[in-house]
């Protein structure tokens, strides 16, 4: 994907100065940025759910159209919402978006998310019964569920322990390995140096685009 002067916001106001960055197969790119500095409105932006105010996007070489089919196929996102089904089980709501992209061996893939996200022994609960962070891994299980050439997360080291946290990065090293794109926004400076090649810090008079080192620095900054 290529962002060029992307200028998001929203009812045509801008949040944030223009960002441009590209993100290449295998890998990864990271919007640091104070709260409210319009990191998670790049991504709405990216993912069609916003229209820039001004600026070019090209995602998957295309104009973004969030309708398209190949569009959909390609690009799972993880966006800071409870977007699960409230009625069906964990393992339910992973079988469903497996099977819904058209998955092949869609239980040996639930069976793989579901002990790689800790949520095995929670296959059987619904989603209320689930605690905050057990929700969260279910989110991002989803997200793996299916196919993509494009991943998009944001603050995907929300309400996960430690543990979780570095296996999450683990996951995004072998999606990059595997040839998938990763654009995430995040708070996490370890997991900005783990996976990030390069990184946007997202502010109001200048987006800069710096390493994986210097952005870490910035978060560790911000957050003393
Ligand atoms: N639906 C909306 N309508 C109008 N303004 C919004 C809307 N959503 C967010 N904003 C504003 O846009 C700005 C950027 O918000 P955004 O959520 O993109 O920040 P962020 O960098 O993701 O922050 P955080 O690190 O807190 O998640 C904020 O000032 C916020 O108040």
Do not use: W
């Not at 104070?34 to 998957?60: D, E, H, I, M, Q």
């Amino acid at each position: 994907m290529r962002a060029q002067d992307l200028l998001v916001g929203y009812g045509g106001a801008p949040v944030c100065a223009p960002v441009s960055f590209t993100l290449a197969p295998g890998k990864a790119v990271a919007l640091v940025g104070a709260n409210g500095s319009g990191k998670s409105t790049v991504l709405k932006s990216v993912l069609g759910l916003l229209t820039p105010a001004s600026g070019t996007l090209r995602v998957l070489g295309e104009p973004v159209d969030e309708r398209d089919v190949e569009f959909r196929t390609r690009v799972a996102s993880v966006l800071d919402d409870d977007a699960y089904f409230p009625a069906l089980t964990v393992a339910e709501h992973l079988y469903l978006t497996a099977r819904g992209h058209g998955v092949l061996g869609a239980q040996a893939v639930v069976d793989e998310l579901l002990e790689e996200f800790g949520l095995a022994d929670h296959r059987t609960a619904l989603p209320v019964a689930l605690s905050s962070g057990q929700r969260r891994r279910l989110l991002l299980a989803a997200g793996f569920a299916r196919p993509r050439s494009l991943l998009v997360l944001d603050e995907p080291e929300q309400r996960l322990d430690r543990a979780m946290r570095d296996r999450l990065a683990q996951r995004l090293l072998a999606e990059k390995r595997d040839g998938g794109a990763v654009l995430l926004a995040t708070h996490d400076p370890d997991l900005v140096l783990a996976v990030a090649d390069r990184a946007v810090v997202v502010a109001d008079d200048v987006s800069r685009l710096v390493d994986a080192p210097q952005a870490a620095r910035f978060i560790s900054r911000e957050n003393p």
